[in-house]
């Protein structure tokens, strides 16, 4: 690196030539930092637990068309005739399914009156006591339901009094950490909190509410209800090819919608996230190519106007290594240079993302992995060209005027 | 000292095959001033590339400064023509983005001098060829005559005992081209040999001695003037 300040000197006497190119690597740096970024966030997104055994638990949707059928009573009657087949482990029926993008949320609030209250929003699963089986959750603290807990939600009858929440819920709503035995609040009904569960995801996997979620012991008598059913590992797709049949057997004034596993449902849910991830993916790949084709552009013109140059500096007593490093620390510092003004645009870029895309702060890997990819690409681009420009011959300093 | 004996060097191109120097022998002393004129396409450019190390012999051997070149690698040669040859062009082969200073600086780089020291040789070459308050001009500030000049420091910087010259005054007007022959010669009393390319017969007569190039071979050109010497005699034979 014997050479820096006249490589540097003679760039700086052709800004003209440079500028474009340095420009090109500073937006080529902030936009693939971020969108590198971007695609983490969502990957950690995807990839989060989601406190249930998405491939064992089978959902779909039904709706009863005949007002005459006694849905409260024939979704027990579904549920006893499903749990009684071999494969099958727990079962319920219920208002809406985790991960699948659509369901209800309440607010609840950790007292009744309104004055002075935390509260949060949460995803509410209506079902059988059952309900903590079929999801296969732990009971962190305190207990599942009982079956006298229970409520049939038949016109008239009461609503349930117990609940057991996330555990993301319950630091919400009771910060102290004394969740359990006490009593939230949707508008005036109380629920008093039986059982707290470490992780269950709600339904809206892009929500913040996604990690709160509430159980209640309670079926609806909605003519459009799901049902959810957990199997042995690996008998999903026996459940979902015959649980039309078996269920329609039992009640036949009713549709049947496809079923389908949990882990079917947070594919879909999460598809736009798929799609932005590889579309970002390809941008990055894209932009790096472009930025390494006009690098390597860039030297290759270079190298063809300054052969006469070249020729001169061999006879002058350039070796061969000498002429190819001369091009790489041209290039390296040209990198240099857009590097530096990338990193501002890069936060820029990220400060715009965060006002109105809600996106976190880049951290600073992201830029440091970047602009270390970045260098190794341009190098690697202006290596050949560097090379070409080594074997000029030094006879050219006398051959050509 | 230089040695060159039975060099021939042929070029191959795909159509023809160009045998630009043929059974070449030539001795060049130390301290001698040696003008080399012969017509268009002679060989003399050939003969003055590979006295300064830019091309290979096709066959021969040749001995600079004691030490034969053959099968030298490319880094050694590139050493050799740094530490012990200045070269000096017909189109002064400033580069054009380099200022006066920068330009000097370029070989001393590649020696690998301190900055302390480059600095020294860079001001005292400069001022060596009158450019010294001009240092932070860049090449296209200056006249032909003045970037000849340039030229001829940024040769002499590093002290080589070659100063190797093609057609130095070939681009210059004569008055221009006589303060560079005179700056060639004031160089040449301090002890520095100099081969120079020309085709100007006036310019060649000046030097201590003249030799030709006909048809890629050197000629007795100086015995056939009757102004040889016993020197240059034993060096043509
Ligand atoms: N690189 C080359 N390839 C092929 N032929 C060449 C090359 N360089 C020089 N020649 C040929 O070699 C001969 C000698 O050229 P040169 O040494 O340049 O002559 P001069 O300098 O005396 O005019 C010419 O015929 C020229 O065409
Ligand atoms: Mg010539």
Same mark, same amino acid.
């Given at each position: 690196m014997l050479h820096i300040s006249p490589i540097f000197n003679a760039m700086m006497r052709n800004k003209s030539s440079v500028v474009l190119i340095i420009m090109q690597i500073a937006l080529t740096l902030a936009i693939v930092s971020n969108a590198a970024f971007i695609i983490k966030e969502r990957i950690d997104d995807m990839q989060r637990d989601s406190g249930i055994p998405e491939t064992e638990i089978v959902g779909f949707s039904m709706y009863?068309?005949?007002? +005459?059928?006694d849905i409260t009573k024939q979704l027990q009657v579904d549920q006893q005739k499903i749990m009684e087949l071999p494969y099958v482990v727990e079962a319920t029926g219920i208002n809406q399914l985790p991960l699948s993008g659509s369901g209800d949320s309440w607010g609840f609030r950790n007292q009744l009156e309104m004055e002075g209250a935390l509260t949060s929003g949460a995803g509410v699963f209506a079902g059988n006591s059952n309900i903590t089986q079929v999801f296969d959750q732990q009971i962190t603290k305190g207990r599942s339901f009982r079956p006298d807990e229970l409520v049939l939600r038949n016109s008239g009858a009461d609503a349930p009094k117990v609940a057991i929440i996330t555990q993301a819920l319950a630091d919400e709503l009771f910060p102290d950490g004394d969740a359990l035995g006490k009593y939230i609040y949707s508008i005036d009904l109380p629920f008093q909190v039986v059982g707290i569960m470490d992780k269950m995801q709600g339904p809206w996997v892009h929500s913040s509410l996604v990690e709160k979620t509430v159980l209640l012991p309670v079926l609806y008598n909605q003519q459009f209800i799901r049902f959810a059913i957990r199997v042995e590992p690996g008998e999903a797709d026996t459940m979902i090819k015959n649980v039309q049949d078996i269920l329609l057997k039992l009640e036949n004034r009713r549709v049947i919608n496809t079923a389908s596993t949990i882990a079917e449902m947070k594919a879909t849910s999460y598809q736009r996230d798929k799609l932005m991830t590889n579309m970002l993916m390809v941008i990055i790949a894209v932009l790096i190519f472009i930025t390494a084709l006009g690098i390597a552009g860039m030297t290759i013109f270079n190298v063809n106007r300054r052969q006469k140059q070249i020729g001169t500096r061999r006879a002058l007593g350039a070796s061969r290594a000498d002429i190819q490093g001369y091009f790489m620390t041209e290039s390296a510092m040209i990198a240099g240079l857009g590097i530096v003004l990338g990193i501002i645009l890069a936060l820029v870029l990220n400060n715009y993302l965060m006002t109105y895309f809600s996106s976190e702060a880049l951290s600073f890997n992201y830029i440091a992995a970047t602009l270390v990819g970045i260098i190794l690409v341009i190098e690697v681009a202006v290596f050949l060209p560097a090379l070409k420009a080594s074997k000029i011959s030094p006879a050219i300093a006398t051959r050509s005027v | 000292m230089l040695v060159m004996s039975d060099i021939n060097k042929v070029y191959q191109t795909e159509l023809v095959q160009t045998h630009a120097l043929r059974d070449f022998n030539l001795t060049v002393k130390e301290g001698e001033f040696i003008a080399v004129t012969g017509p268009s396409g002679s060989g003399k450019t050939t003969f003055l590339n590979i006295a300064g190390l830019l091309e290979n012999i096709s066959s021969g051997d040749y001995q600079l400064d004691g030490q034969s070149i053959v099968g030298l690698s490319d880094k050694e040669l590139s050493r050799l023509r740094n530490e012990k040859i200045g070269f000096i062009f017909q189109g002064f082969?400033?580069?054009? +983005?380099?200022n006066l200073f920068e330009n000097v600086d370029v070989p001393l780089r590649y020696r690998g001098f301190n900055s302390k020291e480059r600095k020294q040789k860079i001001e005292h070459a400069l001022e060596l060829v009158g450019l010294a308050s001009r240092m932070k001009h860049l090449p296209s500030q200056l006249s032909g005559g003045q970037q000849q000049r340039v030229a001829i420091a940024r040769a002499l910087a590093g002290e080589p005992k070659f100063l190797l010259a093609d057609e130095p005054t070939g681009n210059l007007d004569s008055l221009m081209a006589k303060q560079v022959m005179e700056l060639l010669e004031k160089i040449n009393k301090q002890g520095t040999t100099i081969v120079m390319v020309t085709h100007d017969a006036e310019l060649a007569r000046r030097a201590e001695r003249n030799i030709q190039i006909v048809d890629g071979q050197l000629c007795d050109f100086t015995m056939y003037q009757g102004g040889a010497t016993a020197n240059e005699q034993e060096a043509i034979a």
């Open positions: 009863f068309y005949d007002e +005459d059928v | 082969n400033l580069i054009p +983005d380099l």
